[in-house]
């Protein structure tokens, strides 16, 4: 593992970490909501992520580097900041799935902000990456 690392090390760290977080908040949200067909797609969704994550991992062993892990602090932040705005909604997994969608809407963005730093032997996992955020959305819009 080198002390600096390359733009390219850096892009690859930040979506990893982002699926990483993503996958640890729709797990929480799957624990949160008392639909079934909403607990049973956040599930599916993190497995999703979990799986893309390990795929990130493994191309950023490849650069020789080690692969970052979410601040597990400013997670549960996070998720007890929804749960309190999810437990004052009239409709909880309405409330549960908007936040989702919004998290989704800010990884694309990042996906976009990265993407300049990537190469082209990122280019699969990057379009992975991009079609697991769109398919998320349509699959959320859905519930």
């Given at each position: 593992?080198?002390?600096?690392?390359?733009?390219?090390?850096?892009?690859?760290?930040?979506?990893?970490?982002?699926?990483?977080?993503?996958?640890?908040?729709?797990?929480?949200?799957?624990?949160?909501?008392?639909?079934?067909?909403?607990e049973s797609c956040?599930?599916?969704?993190?497995?999703?992520?979990?799986?893309?994550?390990?795929?990130?991992?493994?191309?950023?062993?490849?650069?020789?580097?080690?692969?970052?892990?979410?601040?597990?602090?400013?997670?549960?932040?996070?998720?007890?900041?929804?749960?309190?705005?999810?437990?004052?909604?009239a409709d909880e997994?309405?409330?549960?799935?908007?936040?989702?969608?919004?998290?989704?809407?800010?990884?694309?963005?990042?996906?976009?902000?990265?993407?300049?730093?990537?190469?082209?032997?990122?280019?699969?996992?990057?379009?992975?990456?991009?079609?697991?955020?769109?398919?998320?959305?349509?699959?959320?819009?859905?519930?």
């Amino acid at each position: 593992m080198t002390l600096l690392r390359s733009d390219r090390q850096v892009a690859l760290q930040q979506l990893h970490i982002a699926l990483l977080e993503n996958a640890d908040h729709y797990r929480d949200a799957a624990v949160f909501v008392s639909d079934i067909s909403a607990e049973s797609c956040f599930e599916q969704l993190a497995a999703e992520r979990e799986s893309l994550a390990r795929d990130f991992a493994a191309e950023i062993r490849s650069t020789e580097d080690l692969p970052s892990v979410p601040d597990p602090e400013r997670e549960e932040g996070e998720q007890f900041i929804n749960h309190l705005s999810g437990l004052f909604a009239a409709d909880e997994t309405g409330k549960v799935v908007a936040q989702r969608l919004q998290a989704e809407q800010q990884l694309a963005q990042m996906i976009s902000e990265q993407e300049q730093w990537l190469e082209a032997q990122d280019e699969p996992l990057l379009r992975r990456c991009q079609q697991l955020v769109n398919d998320s959305i349509e699959r959320l819009r859905a519930l």
